[in-house]
């Protein structure tokens, strides 16, 4: 570590520290290992994952309509994005959100196995960004990085010593600091002075426009998505305050394969149903793989 990196840790961790305040309270977070597992943890499980996925898309109709610099792949920028927003929106799940995704990841990665029963064509969704461990590893530091003691468990699973901490809360701030400069010299903000932005509702809106088609056969996903306003949840926790100036569909669609998309010829975020229902086929066998390899012994209620 040298001078000038030290120096600059307390100002971008205060600069953190300030987005965290600005954007709502901290909550405590349980490790998700310490819930039993129940239908309402693979709920959980397939709403969190779908919603970094709509976070992700999100990030790429951000760069692409603000024309934001990535500097590097930008599937790892669109990753980045929809962390730093989530950890910092103040929204009830944002941490725990993580922590599901982080664990979908590692699953994913250390369950080979899974590829025989739907890993295959999830596999096909993640192929263009990085590896499953990389997404896990670089989404468990930036969450060590925002809270140590909140997430001291993902820094023993990482194998963290007190440097690798500190390399990781460096690693946010720099990130969040990057993401103030972008947002302050691209993105025209229009109601960061009213406060509160409202959450768009289903239905055709001047700007934001959220549908969730009827499809029989996806019921069940439908209806959880519906129930939880994932959504409307992620335009406001994304969209809602930004000059988009063309409007913007956020879709959610059976589209013949587990995946989301950004389309910008139509701007329209598609979240397929498919990728739904296969998080949900997926949940039992990476909590199976997890305590295998984990020897964890969840508690039963
Ligand atoms: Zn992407």
Same mark, same amino acid.
């Given at each position: 570590?040298?001078?000038?990196?030290?120096?600059?840790?307390?100002?971008?961790?205060?600069?953190?520290?300030?987005?965290?305040?600005?954007?709502?309270?901290?909550?405590?977070?349980?490790?998700?290992?310490?819930?039993?597992?129940?239908?309402?943890?693979?709920?959980?499980?397939?709403?969190?994952?779908?919603?970094?996925?709509?976070?992700?898309?999100?990030?790429?109709?951000?760069?692409?309509?603000?024309?934001?610099?990535?500097?590097?792949?930008?599937?790892?920028?669109?990753?980045?994005?929809?962390?730093?927003? #989530?950890?910092?929106? @103040?929204?009830?799940?944002?941490? &725990?959100? =993580?922590?599901?995704?982080? !664990? /979908? $990841? *590692?699953? +994913?990665?250390?369950?080979?196995?899974?590829?025989?029963?739907?890993?295959?064509?999830?596999?096909?969704?993640?192929?263009?960004?990085?590896?499953?461990?990389?997404?896990?590893?670089?989404?468990?530091?930036?969450?060590?990085?925002?809270?140590?003691?909140?997430?001291?468990?993902?820094?023993?699973?990482?194998? #963290?010593?007190?440097? @690798?901490?500190?390399?990781?809360? &460096?690693? =946010?701030?720099?990130?969040? !600091? /990057? $993401? *103030?400069? +972008?947002?302050?010299?691209?993105?025209?903000?229009?109601?960061?002075?009213?406060?509160?932005?409202?959450?768009?509702?289903?239905?055709?809106?001047?700007?934001?426009?959220?549908?969730?088609?009827?499809?029989?056969?996806?019921?069940?996903?439908?209806?959880?998505?519906?129930?939880?306003?994932?959504?409307?949840?992620?335009?406001?926790?994304?969209?809602?305050?930004?000059?988009?100036?063309?409007?913007?569909?956020?879709?959610?669609?059976?589209?013949?394969?587990?995946?989301?998309?950004?389309?910008?010829?139509?701007?329209?975020?598609?979240?397929?149903?498919?990728?739904?229902?296969?998080?949900?086929?997926?949940?039992?066998?990476?909590?199976?793989?997890?305590?295998?390899?984990?020897?964890?012994?969840?508690?039963?209620?």
């Amino acid at each position: 570590m040298n001078g000038v990196a030290g120096m600059m840790r307390m100002p971008i961790a205060l600069l953190f520290l300030a987005f965290l305040v600005l954007a709502g309270p901290a909550r405590a977070t349980m490790p998700a290992h310490e819930s039993p597992q129940t239908d309402t943890d693979a709920e959980q499980f397939v709403l969190s994952n779908l919603t970094f996925a709509l976070y992700h898309e999100m990030g790429h109709l951000l760069i692409d309509r603000f024309s934001l610099p990535v500097l590097g792949n930008e599937e790892d920028g669109a990753d980045n994005i929809a962390t730093i927003l #989530l950890l910092a929106n @103040g929204s009830e799940t944002g941490n &725990g959100l =993580l922590l599901q995704v982080r !664990q /979908g $990841w *590692l699953g +994913l990665a250390q369950a080979p196995s899974l590829s025989k029963t739907g890993g295959t064509e999830l596999a096909a969704f993640l192929r263009p960004h990085s590896p499953d461990a990389l997404r896990a590893g670089r989404i468990g530091c930036l969450l060590v990085g925002s809270h140590r003691d909140m997430f001291a468990h993902v820094a023993l699973e990482m194998g #963290l010593d007190e440097g @690798g901490v500190a390399r990781c809360a &460096g690693r =946010l701030g720099r990130m969040v !600091q /990057g $993401w *103030l400069r +972008l947002r302050a010299a691209f993105m025209n903000r229009t109601s960061a002075r009213s406060g509160a932005v409202p959450e768009p509702e289903a239905g055709t809106g001047e700007t934001i426009r959220i549908v969730y088609d009827q499809q029989d056969a996806f019921a069940d996903i439908r209806e959880m998505m519906i129930q939880d306003r994932l959504l409307e949840k992620a335009a406001r926790g994304v969209l809602a305050g930004y000059e988009l100036e063309r409007p913007v569909t956020l879709h959610a669609m059976a589209c013949g394969t587990p995946n989301a998309f950004y389309d910008p010829s139509k701007g329209e975020i598609q979240v397929c149903y498919e990728l739904g229902a296969q998080l949900l086929d997926l949940f039992p066998q990476l909590h199976r793989s997890r305590s295998r390899q984990q020897r964890i012994s969840p508690r039963r209620p």
